[in-house]
């Protein structure tokens, strides 16, 4: 029989894992990582149990999903076809919760799905669970637009806090809803620990938003915080809608911040889209303060 408290994930080893993991052990779950066969990433969690698979086995992946009521996959871009035989697993090994790699732009809005072919891929896989439920196999996906505190010091907001420039996007003031990454896995936990969340989240989609923001304001919080003035240019989202052969980063980045508003998710809830699992509004400039402490940029 699954046990609630125990807990098998999928690409644990990536960014997203990194914060889910360490807040699935925190909360006192059974933890088992499962890592490809061959695989020279090794488990970063003495905490946990690891297993390895090559995909290859269904068999394989029923021996170690079972015992486990919940799957998490955090499988990266290039493998999200792999899900379909770990769901598969799931419902032989008599799991109930399966949480699928989303935890990205919003893929249930079916202009977001046509952008770039993993946002297909995600879509296909949501429509496979949902080909699945009838065999008692429920799902969750965590939709959070681009990571709010992680993506900072990278500049994927258009900010580049280190050396001090701004690329502004149709004018900086469109809305647009993101996460930070301890909101994200304090998503996860909340499905896999709590009840009666399983069942208010059921078969869907949900959004977890930390922050509801435009790229004015996170310059303005950028600058108060820095001491110092950005050097700011204009950009037209146009040039990347208009490209035949779109690069990921750019398209990303167009969904985030173009006066289109493709995640704001306030929105899209007031709309009758989907519904929030994490909803918070927290300082812009507190989380730039943290960011920039915390890189040492």
């Known amino acids: 029989m699954a046990s609630s408290n125990r807990v098998v994930i999928f ?19 059974e933890i088992t990582v499962v890592t490809r066969t061959g695989s020279k990433t090794a488990s970063s ?40 035989i770990i769901i598969d697993a799931a419902i032989q090994a008599g799991a109930t919760l399966y949480i699928p790699s989303e935890f990205g732009h919003d893929t249930t809005n079916e202009y977001v799905s ?26 969750t996906g965590i939709i959070t637009a681009l990571f709010f505190d992680w993506g900072l010091p ?19 003031d469109t809305l647009f809803s993101a ?13 896999v620990t709590d009840a009666s969340a399983r069942v208010r989240y059921k078969n869907q989609n949900v959004y977890v938003s930390s922050v509801q923001t435009t790229q004015n304001e996170i310059l303005a919080a950028a600058e108060v915080v820095t001491a110092k003035k950005f050097a700011s240019v204009d950009f037209d989202s146009g040039e990347v809608y208009a490209n035949v052969s779109p690069q990921v980063l750019p ?9 289109r508003g493709l995640s704001d998710y306030q ?21 730039v303060k943290g960011v920039l402490k915390g890189s040492q940029l």
């Open 11 to 29: 690409g644990a080893s990536g960014n997203v894992g990194q914060f889910v993991v360490p807040a699935l052990y925190k909360a006192g779950l």
């Open 45 to 84: 969690y003495d905490y946990a149990r690891t297993a390895t698979t090559d995909y290859a086995s269904q068999s394989d992946l029923v021996s170690i999903i079972r015992g486990h009521a919940s799957v998490i996959s955090l499988l990266s871009a290039g493998v999200l076809e792999l899900q379909k």
């Open 114 to 139: 046509r952008l770039l072919p993993v946002f297909g891929a995600k879509a296909g896989i949501i429509e496979y669970l949902r080909g699945r439920e009838k065999d008692g196999l429920s799902w």
């Open 154 to 172: 990278l500049g994927a907001f258009g900010i580049d806090l280190k050396a001090g420039k701004a690329t502004i996007w149709d004018g900086g």
């Open 179 to 191: 996460a930070n990454m301890d909101d994200i896995a304090a998503a996860v936990v909340t499905l």
């Open 251 to 259: 398209v990303l980045q167009a969904l985030q911040l173009s006066k």
């Open 267 to 287: 929105a899209r809830v007031g709309a009758g889209h989907n519904q929030f699992i994490i909803n918070v509004n927290r300082d812009v400039r507190d989380v």
